[in-house]
């Protein structure tokens, strides 16, 4: 199906453990980004990428790893997950010369 | 620093009358502005939009107006339906896809 997806939607861990979120594109969209849904705090850039093999830091990156081998794929991994990493993971895309940005569906990942 | 601001967690409207939605910010190099819907369990998706150059766009039920004397925006909505219900979201860029949102409005509207 056309569109971006997400997977998993819900991922239990634990602390210390890694855990990748994986987003997938199929408009050919050079932009992607990944976003943290927090109560009180809206959405919060993670990371991005301009393109295939081109990443950049955004608002709270650490703790967090991105590479993006392939225009469609941009995966999230948390190397060692903590407490503060509970969250809901949002991945987006956006095409050049586009303002809007193109939500996923969301993954809820909680860390015991 | 958050430096966009919504500062109404919750907004309640009777069917039909009109909703505002509103957003400060504290960035004066914010270019475009955007707003955005979010149900329960879904993604965020793209409802309008306005460049900093405007100060008034309007799609259908939904205007979103720019002071950037004050650097706030607001969303009407009107008439506002039932299935308007959700949390919305104001969003502001610049540099790019470096996108900064605020932390969201949950808007119910009664029948």
């Known amino acids: 199906d056309a569109g971006i997806t997400q997977s998993p939607r819900y991922k239990i861990t634990e602390t210390g453990r890694q855990v990748t979120l994986m987003c997938h594109q199929t408009?050919?969209?050079?932009?992607m980004f990944w976003y943290r849904q927090d109560l009180g705090h809206g959405l919060r850039l993670i990371y991005y990428?301009?393109?295939?093999?081109?990443?950049d830091k955004g608002e709270v990156p650490d703790g967090y790893v991105v590479s993006r081998s392939k225009t469609e794929n941009f995966p999230l991994t948390l190397e060692s997950a903590t407490r503060s990493q509970t969250s809901v993971y949002f991945c987006?895309?956006?095409?050049?010369?586009?303002?809007?940005?193109?939500f996923g569906p969301g993954t809820r990942l909680t860390v015991l | 620093d958050q430096q966009v601001k919504q500062n109404s967690p919750s907004l309640s409207v009777q069917e039909g009358r009109i909703s505002i939605l509103n957003c400060d910010y504290t960035n004066s190099m914010f270019d475009y502005f955007l707003w955005y819907k979010k149900y329960p369990a879904e993604g965020p998706t793209f409802l309008i939009s306005?460049?900093?150059?405007?100060d008034k766009n309007e799609d259908g039920r939904f205007t979103v107006f720019l002071n950037k004397s004050a650097k706030h925006l607001s969303l009407h909505i009107v008439p506002s339906q039932p299935g308007d219900s959700a949390v919305y979201f104001c969003?502001?860029?610049?540099?790019?896809?470096?996108?900064?949102f605020g932390a969201g409005t949950r808007l119910t509207v009664k029948p």
């Open positions: 969003a502001a860029k610049y540099n790019n896809n470096d996108m900064r």
């Open positions: 306005i460049s900093s150059i405007k």
């Open positions: 987006a895309s956006s095409g050049t010369g586009l303002n809007e940005q193109f």
């Open positions: 990428s301009a393109a295939a093999d081109i990443t």
């Open positions: 408009w050919s969209h050079s932009y």
